[in-house]
């Protein structure tokens, strides 16, 4: 073998124990292990611009294998889909044939295709991650994100909590320093090191001395999040299409314009946001129109129920499925933040429309989902006292603001 090559010689059998148990989609019978022999492992992470073929011809690895790779693997991944950062694994033989390969798709699902005879057997597998509760806590300092800690995982727990209250709590425009959350979180862990937080059991956000609670509850097979009370926090419409912005401009019938500098109606809020910033659907309907259109740039028009109808201008990219007639829910990416059309830096344009006349979005209020139903508030109740225990855990001494944490608690 080459120089080039990092590897642990070991002897297993060809179907290797890989980082921890899984459950397996493929329902197909598995075929029986191959006889014991001496393997070598590759072992590396996807660098940008890499591909298959290029890590084939980097380790001297026969291409034909390559090509029964793909095809084994074409009904579960594309391996022309690598993701940079993503790890991936290669077992040979001492003769250079493959008899393993495995490919992290993302942090919780895993491609693994194994030799038989001399063909391969693909299968995705379910990575199964120890969960442990976790209990963060903090005061509000300029932002949510900020206030959370850095790294991704802090990032993704902090637009978890943003979505979870998104119907009662705009995060650009109602917090304020010295607001205060706390919150119970499942952590993930693997081989005893955390990867990332799971779903949110349990929070509580005070905004401006109001206290907004959420719960996780199982309502018929079905996850929501409850108040206090067992009344849903999802309303019909989110309270914004985009986490994490300002106000730029407000609903206005004479708004002095920018571009062609005369007083003319706005009818709908500007939110500034980086070029890039993705835009969700704000309710469950049916995109109307989906395309370029005058000074409105790129835009994607919804219909919803009972009249109403959404717009998002000046998107800088529509996502390839959003077009005409198709169904989008509540919360599902439509597009990106950008400035196309007649616009002096990257912002979004939203208007709501009820029955034919344009609405102030902010003065829009809307009915909650169903509550939980009466023979499941004793099992909410239970719930929700152990939760609120935890919660009451968390104290302000415990509290810590960006970047301080111990034991991956914040």
Do not use: C
């Not at 209250?165 to 119970?184: E, L």
């Amino acid at each position: 073998m080459k120089k080039k090559l990092l590897i642990t010689i070991f002897l297993t059998t060809a179907f290797l124990i890989i980082r921890a148990n899984f459950n397996i989609i493929n329902k197909t019978e598995k075929p029986a292990p191959l006889e014991s022999k001496q393997y070598l492992e590759i072992k590396g992470n996807i660098k940008k611009g890499d591909t298959l073929f290029d890590i084939f011809k980097k380790y001297e690895l026969n291409l034909e294998e390559l090509f029964k790779l793909k095809e084994a693997s074409a009904d579960f991944h594309r391996l022309k889909k690598l993701s940079p950062g993503n790890p991936y694994k290669i077992v040979i033989d001492e003769a250079s044939q493959i008899n393993e390969f495995v490919y992290w798709i993302d942090e919780d699902t895993i491609l693994d295709i194994t030799r038989i005879g001399s063909g391969f057997y693909a299968e995705k597998k379910i990575v199964e991650y120890d969960r442990k509760i976790e209990h963060v806590g903090g005061i509000i300092k300029d932002n949510l994100i900020l206030s959370i800690g850095e790294g991704k995982d802090k990032l993704m727990l902090a637009l978890q909590l943003s979505d979870i209250f998104a119907w009662d709590i705009d995060f650009t425009t109602d917090i304020r320093n010295g607001d205060a959350f706390k919150i119970v979180v499942e952590g993930l862990y693997l081989d005893g090191k955390f990867k990332k937080y799971g779903d949110i059991l349990a929070a509580e956000f005070i905004n401006k001395g109001d206290t907004y609670n959420a719960y996780r509850f199982n309502n018929n097979s079905r996850f929501n999040y409850y108040d206090t009370d067992g009344k849903s926090l999802r309303r019909s419409f989110l309270k914004a299409p985009l986490s994490f912005r300002r106000i730029s401009s407000g609903f206005s019938k004479s708004r002095f314009h920018p571009i062609l500098r005369i007083f003319r109606p706005h009818l709908g809020i500007d939110y500034a946001a980086p070029s890039g910033t993705p835009v969700s659907a704000v309710g469950d309907g049916t995109v109307v129109y989906s395309g370029y259109k005058g000074q409105y740039g790129k835009i994607v028009m919804i219909k919803h129920f009972n009249g109403f109808s959404t717009y998002y201008g000046h998107l800088s990219r529509i996502k390839n499925e959003i077009r005409k007639g198709i169904k989008v829910e509540q919360g599902q990416i439509i597009g990106y933040v950008g400035s196309t059309g007649l616009a002096t830096g990257p912002h979004l344009d939203y208007r709501i429309k009820v029955n034919g006349r344009f609405i102030n979005p902010l003065n829009l209020n809307l009915p909650r989902e169903k509550s939980i139903p009466k023979n499941l508030m004793v099992d909410f109740k239970n719930s929700k006292k152990e939760l609120d225990i935890q919660l009451a855990s968390i104290r302000p001494s415990t509290f810590a603001f960006a970047g301080k944490s111990k034991d991956n608690k914040i």
